[in-house]
C-alpha cells in the first residue's frame, strides 16, 4: 500500500512503541509513513489493554494538543513480553 492511497483511509495500523497504563497515555508508529501517533488511556474502550508491540488499528483524531490515535483496535498482541516493560 503506498503513503498516498494510506492517507486517504479511514483506518490506519500500527505498533504500540511505548504505553504505560499508570500514566494512561502512550506513542503508537504508524506502519506505513512511521508517524508517531500519542494514545491517551479516554480514547480506549474498557476493555482494550495496550502492550508495547501490539499490532493495532486506529483512526486519527485532530485537537488543539495534535493528532492522537482514537477507536483503537489491537490487530495482533505480541507473544511474548519482557517482565521489566510494557
Known amino acids: 500500500m503506498t503513503r498516498n492511497t494510506q492517507k486517504n483511509q479511514s483506518r490506519w495500523k500500527g505498533i504500540v512503541q511505548y504505553y504505560d497504563s499508570q500514566k494512561g497515555f502512550g506513542i503508537i508508529e504508524g506502519e506505513a ?32 494538543q495534535g493528532q492522537r490515535a482514537i477507536n483503537i483496535k489491537i490487530c495482533r498482541n505480541v507473544l511474548f513480553r519482557s517482565p521489566n516493560k510494557g
Request: glycine share 4%; no cysteine; proline share 0%.
Open 33 to 64: 509513513d512511521l508517524r508517531a501517533i500519542r494514545v491517551h488511556k479516554k480514547d480506549l474502550d474498557f476493555l482494550t489493554l495496550l502492550h508495547t508491540g501490539d499490532e493495532v488499528e486506529y483512526e486519527i483524531a485532530h485537537s488543539e
